[in-house]
């Protein structure tokens, strides 16, 4: 069993930062794909970024591509995601998941965490 838990969500204005993370405990982290995903009001789960165990493989959507960066640790057993140049669209709950097989879609995941709240201003 692997528990996640994610922090660092908040309030920022239109083009700030912010980084969040996500710490794994239980089981051995570094042997999963670890993605993070959003859900805004209304909306389907939403893939953002994954990064593969060894961090050798790295995707973006295509609406976050060049904005934000995913990262890893596997010593700490920690996940991160920089978010920079951010967007009101950007607005909704993040979730950090861990996944044995796959990468992008939400029923390739095992594990998840219990959200982040990230609101961006206008």
């Known amino acids: 069993q692997v528990q996640l838990v994610e922090s660092g969500g908040g309030l920022v204005q239109a083009g700030g930062s912010l980084r969040l993370s996500c710490v794994a405990f239980g089981g051995t982290g570094s042997s999963y794909t670890m993605g993070w995903f959003r859900q805004a009001p209304g909306l389907e789960r939403e893939f953002v970024a994954a990064i593969s165990n060894t961090g050798g493989s790295i995707y973006y959507a295509d609406s976050v591509k060049g904005r934000f960066t995913i990262s890893r640790d596997n010593a700490k057993n920690t996940v991160y995601l920089q978010m920079n140049s951010l967007k009101p669209e950007d607005t909704a709950v993040y979730y950090c998941?861990?996944?044995?097989?796959?990468?992008?879609?939400?029923?390739?995941?095992?594990?998840w965490g219990q959200g982040t709240q990230v609101t961006v201003s206008s």
């Open positions: 998941a861990a996944a044995r097989y796959g990468v992008k879609l939400v029923a390739d995941y095992d594990y």
